[in-house]
């Protein structure tokens, strides 16, 4: 047990906040000592210390109220590593059914029942961004997609968030360390503000083209002045063979990205000699929305709200065995729930 975690209320009254601490989101070191869980897990501490029982060997099972995409399970690990216990666990990216066992941690309590709050918390949030761009996934029908989620979130967690949907099966992210984290470089061009500023969709593609490096993607936003298929086709026609593809993320004022408006934009562009323009769509989309889309012949979408906004999905963990012995509370199963599926994660 680390001698700086949280175990005692005493150590609970002496931490002290900062004066003046510029952000809420709880430090790396502030998670891993516990200062994160809930206070009811230190007072179970104290109790169990003074009846010589903190040590007990346990075994707790974790199960999830609906069916999913498991995610988090890195940073589960990496919380316990060090720590006297054996994980056992799906593999990040499993699917899983409502009430099925997908992590099953064995060790004295003392080793790990401090942190159930951040475990639960880590699985829940992290599984419910990856089940929801697991849908995206499905409704794009192998058709890629980027996760456009981080402006919707707090920054401390943008980060897990993207990854998660990465793991759900987004192809890459666009916040900067989401994407570092997951390995890949970030994706995505400029926004509105650069060609309202510019004051002409060709011109800033053409700034765009000369001033970024051969390896960013030459994607265009075609919806901020005038009618998308006209500025797609301008674009097209200033850009050539450079031009990659064209964005459209016309506003829910304006009726939003229609499977109509996709379908005249790639008519327009494939009459005027440029098949090799893809098309990437933006902007408040759902499963149900990109199906639409893709059927009408959208190449890619970008996602955020549907996946950022998804609900975690509530995860509890259940002591199921106490000194060797099966337990439950009331409406449980005592002992170990089988599960073929689990891998041993750690040590």
Known sequence: ??????????????????????????????????????????????????????????????????????????????????????????????????????????????????????ILGMLASSSGWATAAREIKEAAGGKPFICFGARHVHPAVAPVMERAAIIGGASGASCILAAKIAGMEPQGTVPHALFLIVGDTVEGAKAYHRLMPPDAKRTILVDTFKDEAEEALRVAEALGPALEAI?????????????????????????????????????????????????????????????SGAPPIDMTMDLKEVAGRPVAKRGRLPGLLPNPRLERLYP
């Open 1 to 118: 047990m680390a001698k700086e975690e949280l175990t005692s209320l005493e150590q609970v009254k002496l931490l002290e906040v900062a004066p003046g601490r510029p952000f809420f989101s709880a430090e790396h070191r502030e998670i891993a000592t516990g200062a994160t869980t809930d206070i009811y897990f230190v007072r179970t501490y104290e109790i169990l210390k003074d009846l010589g029982l903190l040590n007990t060997e346990v075994t707790a099972e974790i199960f999830p109220r609906r069916e999913g995409i498991l995610a988090g399970v890195a940073e589960v690990i990496n919380l316990l590593r060090g720590k006297k216990v054996e994980i056992w666990g799906l593999p990040e990216g499993s699917p899983f059914a409502a009430k099925e066992v997908v992590m099953r941690i064995k060790g004295p309590y003392g080793e790990f029942g401090l942190f159930e709050t951040a």
């Open 247 to 307: 964005r459209l993320d016309t506003p829910s004022e304006r009726g939003g990205v229609t499977p109509d408006l996709v379908r005249e934009v790639r008519a327009r562009l494939d009459g005027a000699g440029f098949h090799h323009v893809r098309i990437l769509v933006s902007g408040g989309l759902t499963p149900e929305k990109v199906r639409q889309l893709a059927e009408a012949g959208a190449d890619a979408f970008g996602v955020g709200s549907y996946i």
